[in-house]
């Protein structure tokens, strides 16, 4: 699982995802100057709204990687969990959609209907794909 978060530190707001013990920061600002003067209704609609537009849009070439260590002492105003999907952990695995099938033992009609938005992979499935993905990974 993946977790995306809105954070703040007192001094930036901070928008990215935690995956593992990495968290992917795309950008640090002051995205709700007036947050302060909110009470506790408006702002979590605020950052829903903020962070749904994050969420599908996905910034990725533009993020930089921290520890989860380096979030210590932030403020966590919004988070939500959401499974990673087959391209990232094929992504991560730096394989063409051909070797990773192969290499992981799924056929290939499977993969391509899991990538294709036909079929869904069970959650369970994915979390483990991407641990040994990850594991294979570190190995190299």
């Known amino acids: 699982m993946r977790k995306w978060i809105y954070a703040t530190n007192g ?3 901070m928008v990215g ?19 302060v003067d909110m009470d506790e209704d408006e ?11 994050v969420i599908e849009s996905d910034y990725a ?10 979030l210590e002492g ?10 990673i999907d087959i ?5 991560l695995s730096g394989l063409s959609g051909v070797k990773f099938a192969e290499k992981y033992h799924i056929p290939y009609r499977t993969y391509m209907d899991w ?12 979390e483990l794909l991407e641990r040994v993905v ?7």
Do not use: C
């Open 11 to 13: 001094t930036y707001d």
């Open 17 to 35: 995802k935690v995956v593992g013990d990495k968290v992917y920061i795309f950008t640090q600002d002051e995205f709700f100057p007036n947050i």
């Open 43 to 53: 702002k979590q609609k605020a950052i829903e709204k903020f962070m749904e537009g």
């Open 61 to 70: 070439e533009s993020w930089d990687e921290y520890s989860v260590d380096e």
């Open 74 to 83: 932030s403020e966590i105003l919004w988070e939500k969990e959401i499974p």
């Open 87 to 91: 391209n990232e952990i094929r992504e």
């Open 115 to 126: 990538v294709h938005g036909k079929t869904k992979p069970q959650s369970y499935l994915l």
């Open 134 to 140: 990850r594991e294979d990974f570190e190995k190299e």
